[in-house]
């Protein structure tokens, strides 16, 4: 009889024990979740600032180069010249370069005194006397030619746009159907390079001292 006691008694206890283990397992299984899922989060948190940080970083480096890499040098006297003639030559150099004139013409200008213009086709040489006497330099060219380019390589028949690439952006001055473009400088001496434009294409280019 104590037997069967015994016995029933531990079949009640051992499937007891059984029981009280299971939610052990089940609460280990939930603690890990909200561990992993807490740090995932914070994981994509951290990757996702630094990728924004990395684009703000380029796309800031970006807007303060690019205008820089646009920018075209800025324009100098030495880049003053058409077709191989430049300010301050003398009629000898020009004659060597471009040959016999055409044409001459000899005046007086009160503001300069004696000039003379070398005329020769899609070009003309414009020089005043210096000392001493009857000894005449470059002090303007007029090319309406395409023949005849600026030293950085702008012909008569290329684009608006292939000036402002070259010499860069600057107000236009339009009058009527012709719009000018006017590079001016300053130093060593008052000059300036003009262009001439009609219907988006050059026509005639200006090079030039401002003569007082």
């Known amino acids: 009889m104590l037997k069967a006691i015994s016995l029933a008694?531990?079949?009640?206890?051992?499937?007891?024990?059984?029981?009280?283990?299971?939610?052990?397992?089940?609460?280990?299984?939930?603690?890990?979740?909200?561990?992993?899922?807490?740090?995932s989060p914070n994981n994509n948190?951290?990757?996702?600032?630094?990728?924004?940080?990395?684009v703000d970083a380029n796309n800031s480096g970006n807007s303060q180069?690019?205008?820089?890499?646009?920018?075209?040098?800025?324009?100098?006297?030495?880049?003053?010249?058409?077709?191989?003639?430049?300010?301050?030559?003398?009629?000898?150099?020009?004659?060597k370069i471009?040959?016999?004139?055409?044409?001459?013409?000899?005046?007086?200008?009160?503001?300069?005194?004696?000039?003379?213009?070398?005329?020769?086709?899609?070009?003309?040489?414009?020089?005043?006397?210096?000392?001493?006497?009857?000894?005449?330099?470059?002090?303007?060219?007029k090319a309406t030619s395409a023949k005849y380019a600026t030293i950085d390589g702008v012909k008569v028949g290329d684009k608006q746009s292939q000036v402002i690439k070259t010499y860069g952006n600057i107000d236009a001055s339009p009058e009527g159907d012709i719009t000018r473009l006017s590079y001016p400088i300053e130093t060593p001496s008052p000059a300036g390079l003009n262009f001439t434009i009609t219907k988006g294409e050059v026509t005639e280019i200006l090079c030039f001292y401002v003569m007082n």
């Open 45 to 54: 948190q951290s990757t996702a600032t630094n990728n924004v940080d990395a």
């Open 98 to 141: 471009l040959g016999n004139p055409v044409k001459v013409k000899n005046e007086f200008m009160p503001a300069i005194g004696k000039v003379r213009t070398l005329e020769y086709p899609g070009i003309s040489v414009d020089l005043a006397e210096n000392s001493p006497e009857n000894q005449f330099t470059v002090y303007q060219i």
């Open 65 to 95: 180069t690019s205008p820089n890499n646009n920018q075209p040098p800025a324009i100098t006297i030495e880049r003053l010249g058409i077709g191989g003639i430049k300010l301050d030559m003398s009629e000898v150099e020009v004659i």
């Open 9 to 39: 008694i531990a079949t009640l206890i051992i499937p007891l024990s059984g029981c009280t283990q299971s939610p052990v397992t089940s609460n280990n299984v939930d603690a890990n979740n909200p561990a992993n899922s807490q740090i």
